[in-house]
């Protein structure tokens, strides 16, 4: 929702974290501007270039696995997921949304680690543009504020 009511938190420092990001191209037009954001927002929060690692994949269905690639390696604070899933005629919509944000949550939960989803999906193009910036920017919080909460509680 625009314009929702998000909360607040403490200032978030991002210096010394390592994040990835998985980029799908499919839309690319808009998943570039995301991975741009993104970027521009993690670097405001103060984590270095060289922390950042970004990797692109096919599709949106793609990025659960190349996620859980970099989970693997343990290299990683938190990472984030990029993608715009439009709206077609068909039901693969759904089945595109569904399955891939299932698999993020999954590699979140299964490997202990921060996963911001900014996987736009919408009705139309005109929404995607509309939401770019913002999810790009909101998703770069989010995975430097949970990196903190989950260092302050590390699995034991």
Known sequence: ?????????????GRGLRIGIVQARFNQGITDALAAACRAELAALGVA???????QVPGALEVPLALQALAQTERFDALIALGCVIRGETYHFELV??????????????HHIPVANAILTVENL?????????KARDAARVAVEMAHLLRRHPPG
Do not use: P, W
């Open 1 to 13: 929702m625009m314009g929702a009511d998000k909360g607040s938190t403490a200032a978030l420092d």
């Open 49 to 55: 270039e060289g922390d950042i690692v970004l990797e």
């Open 97 to 110: 949304c569904n399955e891939s944000a299932a698999g993020i949550t999954r590699v979140a939960l299964e």
């Open 126 to 134: 005109a929404q995607a543009v509309a939401r770019q910036d913002d």
